[in-house]
């Protein structure tokens, strides 16, 4: 039987499109420093560290966890370096709680980050290769397609990308550490922002953001902190090739597999009645609608309709980013931890303005790379 | 002391927050015997995919196994000219090294006789016109240019044929 485990610290930095007041060294250990201060605990107390950032081409830096050992605490400790494209944030913090439902370790802190000023990610994704035409334009360009083919198929109208856009935006005003506080929001500035991707606009996509990420898991026998421990009810990774034939890329199985998996040890049947509140991994607009089919909150066809109905507003049924979410605060590699981070506060009651009361049982979610990567937990109040 | 003073000077310039360092990165490509069949076709103004044996699926570009039945692709498969444009977005984007002028229209090109499709710049229409299910042609470089490499398309183009039902796509989406 595998060892309970909980989330007793978190930490993170004010996302900003540029943090040139810290090396990615600073940055890192600022959340740690954080993370710690939350469990009540000093770098001493920690077993392991493990650290995820996107692809390292990113920022130029190749394994960069080998100098950002001693900025955490880790000379010395076990340190291990996740690598899942954009979810790896979220498949970090699940290697970081698999040392301690196995037993190997008691506290470890897990780490993930982006700096993304000193990097170029539409680069770094758009290198040409001899197999492939030279017209991929970042991942807006990827994810274009995908989005227009969601609209085909749902008929969904399009306007639903820009309430999308709104609702996390507005949200983000609650959240201090969000990168992006447009105060004054609305439809018609989404309307009215620039075309980048056609059918996506600037304001339907992510920022470019600097920032990090910290947890502090422990086993049930070490906890600590100052708040009661978010305890972990269920936790998959799923992946799937980029190219095969009749690969659904509007709804992954991949995506669907990896919520099955968490559901059925979390207990959950019914996600939007069960789950109190979400952080998925929304970088454009219409990915809400498009998870929310795949995470099985409404029936295929449906999520557009739960999107515009305000069910997943701050005040709605099942409230889906409150923090602001990917939309608001960019960091890739610190964007997937941030869902399960958030997720974790809003269990220990901790979220403060964007704080859901009563939240009990929630879900984080962040995918990847050509939306082939997969993670999730579920965490709750209860000890599982 | 004159080491004292330095770092006075040092200190009202305030730190070095951003060193710009540019780094080339020159690398050669090995494509494997399934990749080279592609880029060698691509030499001579053909497409060539493989069909996986077990489920019957043609691939292109294959890259030699079947990524369902984990199997080898042995079958070359001629593929034809024209396809149909499965999705699409157009591009609005300025980067760092983009060779195409915006706005470009970046599409899925499900070519006829393959079950996968791949990315293609469609070109000899307005971008505002583009839609989901248009018929399309390659249009190659001149013989005497032909490499083994997908800049061989310069771009797809209309071919003038009826738009394809979405039924007939919809599971390639
Ligand atoms: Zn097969």
């Not at chain 1, 609305?186 to 620039?194: H, L, Q, R, T």
């Not at chain 1, 095969?244 to 669907?256: C, E, S, Y």
Request: proline share 6%; aromatic share 8%.
């Amino acid at each position: 039987m595998a060892e309970r485990c909980a989330v007793i610290g978190v930490g993170q930095t004010h996302h900003k499109a540029k943090r040139d007041d810290v090396s990615i060294a600073g940055l890192v250990r600022e959340a740690a420093k954080m993370a710690l201060a939350d469990a009540d605990l000093t770098w001493t107390d920690i077993d392991a560290v493990v650290i995820g950032k996107a692809p390292d081409m990113f920022e130029g830096n190749m394994m960069p966890e080998l100098y950002l050992a001693p900025a955490l605490g880790a000379v010395g400790k076990p340190m291990f370096r996740v690598h899942t494209a954009g979810s790896v944030g979220g498949s970090t913090a699940l290697v970081a709680a698999h040392l301690i439902s196995s037993g190997i370790h008691k506290r470890v802190l897990t780490v993930a980050y982006e700096k993304q000023s000193d990097s170029d990610a539409m680069w770094a994704l758009s290198v040409p290769q001899p197999f492939a035409a030279p017209l991929l334009a970042g991942a807006g360009g990827y994810f274009a397609p995908h989005i227009r083919a969601y609209m085909r198929r749902s008929g969904a109208p399009e306007y639903i990308g820009r309430m999308v856009a709104v609702k996390d935006r507005r949200n983000a005003m609650r959240n201090p550490y969000a990168h992006l506080h447009i105060a004054d929001i609305d439809m018609k500035m989404v309307e009215e922002s620039m075309m980048l991707w056609d059918p996506l606009r600037y304001l339907e996509a992510c920022p470019s953001s600097d920032g990090a990420a910290a947890m502090v898991l422990s086993s049930e026998d070490a906890l600590s902190g100052q708040y009661p421990p978010a305890w972990i009810h269920g936790m998959a990774m799923r992946s799937e090739p980029t190219m095969f034939a009749g690969r659904d890329q509007v709804n992954p199985r991949a995506g669907r597999d990896c919520s099955a998996d968490v559901y059925a040890q979390a207990g959950i049947t019914d996600p939007r009645r069960q789950i109190d509140v979400a952080e998925v991994y929304v970088p454009f607009s219409w990915y809400e609608p498009m998870w929310l089919e795949n995470l099985g909150f409404c029936d295929l066809g449906d999520g557009w309709k739960l999107t515009e109905s305000g069910a997943t507003a701050f005040d709605g049924d099942i409230p889906w980013n409150t923090s602001g979410g990917v939309l608001s605060s960019n960091p890739i590699g610190a964007s997937g931890m941030l869902r399960f981070l958030e997720v974790a506060m809003q269990v220990r009651g901790q979220a403060g303005e964007h704080q859901i009361g009563g939240a009990r049982v929630a879900l984080g979610q962040a995918y990847g790379g050509g939306s082939q990567f997969f993670s999730m937990w579920v965490v709750g109040s209860d000890k599982p | 002391m004159a080491d004292r003073d330095d770092t006075a000077a040092a200190g009202d310039l305030g730190p070095v927050t951003t060193l710009a360092t540019p780094i080339r990165l020159d690398f050669e490509f090995t494509p494997g015997v399934a990749q080279s069949r592609f880029l060698r076709g691509l030499e001579r103004g053909r497409f060539i995919g493989q069909r996986c044996p077990k489920c019957g699926m043609v691939y292109v570009p294959s890259r030699g196994s079947c990524p369902t039945d984990g199997v080898p692709t042995t079958e070359d498969v001629e593929l034809a000219n024209v396809g149909t444009v499965t999705t699409y977005c157009v591009v609005n984007v300025p980067f760092a090294g983009q060779s195409i002028e915006i706005p470009y229209i970046c599409a899925q090109v499900l070519l006829d006789g393959a079950n996968i499709s791949f990315m293609g710049l469609i070109q000899e229409i307005p971008a505002d016109q583009i839609r989901m299910g248009m018929r399309v042609e390659a249009v190659w470089v001149d013989p005497d240019r032909l490499t083994p490499s997908l800049a061989s398309v310069r771009y797809f183009r209309p071919n003038g044929e009826p738009d394809a039902d979405y039924e007939s796509f919809k599971e390639y989406l």
